[in-house]
C-alpha cells in the first residue's frame, strides 16, 4: 500500500545540496502478519 504522507499533515522536507529533497511524497507500507488459533 502506497499513501502520501502530506495526506496526514506531515509537510516536513529539507533541501539538499544536489537539489533534490530529503523525503519523498509517497510512503509505502509494507505489514507481514502472523495469526495463532487459539486453543
Known amino acids: 500500500t502506497e499513501i502520501s504522507r502530506k495526506d496526514f499533515g506531515l509537510t516536513w ?3 539538499l545540496e544536489t537539489g533534490g ?3 519523498g ?3 509505502t507500507i509494507t505489514l507481514d ?3 495463532v488459533a487459539k486453543a
Do not use: F, G, I
Open 13 to 15: 522536507n529539507a533541501a
Open 21 to 23: 529533497v530529503l523525503v
Open 33 to 35: 502478519v502472523e495469526a
Open 25 to 27: 511524497d509517497k510512503v
